[in-house]
T-cell receptor, first 113, second 114 residues
Framework: GESVGLHLPTLSVQEGDNSIINCAYSNSASDYFIWYKQESGKGPQFIIDIRSNMDKRQGQRVTVLLNKTVKHLSLQIAATQPGDSAVYFCAEDRGAGSYQLTFGKGTKLSVIP | GAGVSQSPSNKVTEKGKDVELRCDPISGHTALYWYRQSLGQGLEFLIYFQGNSAPDKSGLPSDRFSAERTGGSVSTLTIQRTQQEDSAVYLC????????????FGPGTRLTVT
C-alpha cells in the first residue's frame, strides 16, 4: 500500500557536522510535507514544512528538499547540536480534502559530543 | 499561549478495565486528531474531529475504542475492556483548519495495560 518511509532508521553525527535525514513517499498526489522532531517523552514538534510546488525551503539551521521526480524528501540540519538528538518523522498530506497526515516510522538522530 | 494538553500523562491499568484519556486542544483550533504510537514506531491515525463531529472513525482499531468531543474543545478517547496490545502512547493534536496541516501535538498519554 501507499506509505511514507525512511531510508535510515538511525543516524549518528558528530557535533558540529551537518545531518541529512531522508524520507521516501509513494503517493504522487501528496502536496504537503512536514518534518516533526520528537524528543523522548514528548509529543512531536513541528520543524518545517514544504508544499509540492516548491523544491527547497529553509528555516533556522534546517533545510527541507523535495524531489517529486523520485518522491524523496530530506531534512538537512546544519551544525548539529546535542539538542538536536531526537527522532525525526516525515509526514505527508495527501492533498485537497485530506484531513490526516501519514507518518513515516522515524529516524533516530544521535549527536556525538 | 497554551499548547495542547493531555491527561493523565501516564496510566497503568489492568487488562479488562476501561480507561479514559483526555485532550485539551489549543483554543480556537477546530480540528482535533488522535494518534497511537507504539514503542519505536510511527504514528497511527485513529480518529479526527471537525468541531464536535467525527467524519471518519475508520482508524479506530476495534469497537472497544470510542471518542467524543464536546463544545468544540475537549475530547475524550475511551478504551473499553483494555488489552495488553493497547499499551502505547496516545497522542492528541489540533489544527486551526481541518486539512491535516500544521498539527500541534500534546505530550501524549502513556498507557500500560498489565
Amino acid at each position: 500500500g501507499e506509505s511514507v518511509g525512511l531510508h535510515l532508521p538511525t543516524l549518528s553525527v558528530q557535533e558540529g557536522d551537518n545531518s541529512i535525514i531522508n524520507c521516501a513517499y509513494s503517493n504522487s498526489a501528496s502536496d504537503y510535507f512536514i518534518w516533526y522532531k520528537q524528543e523522548s517523552g514528548k509529543g512531536p514538534q513541528f520543524i518545517i514544512d514544504i508544499r509540492s510546488n516548491m523544491d527547497k525551503r529553509q528555516g533556522q539551521r534546517v533545510t527541507v528538499l523535495l524531489n517529486k521526480t523520485v518522491k524523496h524528501l530530506s531534512l538537512q540540519i546544519a551544525a548539529t547540536q546535542p539538542g538536536d538528538s531526537a527522532v525525526y518523522f516525515c509526514a505527508e498530506d495527501r492533498g485537497a480534502g485530506s484531513y490526516q497526515l501519514t507518518f513515516g516510522k522515524g529516524t533516530k538522530l544521535s549527536v556525538i559530543p | 499561549g497554551a499548547g495542547v494538553s493531555q491527561s493523565p500523562s501516564n496510566k497503568v491499568t489492568e487488562k479488562g478495565k476501561d480507561v479514559e484519556l483526555r485532550c485539551d486542544p489549543i483554543s480556537g483550533h477546530t480540528a482535533l486528531y488522535w494518534y497511537r504510537q507504539s514503542l519505536g514506531q510511527g504514528l497511527e491515525f485513529l480518529i479526527y474531529f471537525q468541531g464536535n463531529s467525527a467524519p471518519d472513525k475508520s482508524g479506530l482499531p476495534s469497537d472497544r475504542f470510542s471518542a467524543e468531543r464536546t463544545g468544540g474543545s475537549v475530547s475524550t478517547l475511551t478504551i473499553q475492556r483494555t488489552q495488553q496490545e493497547d499499551s502505547a502512547v496516545y497522542l492528541c493534536a489540533s489544527s486551526i483548519v481541518a486539512e491535516g496541516r500544521e498539527q500541534y501535538f500534546g505530550p501524549g498519554t502513556r498507557l500500560t495495560v498489565t
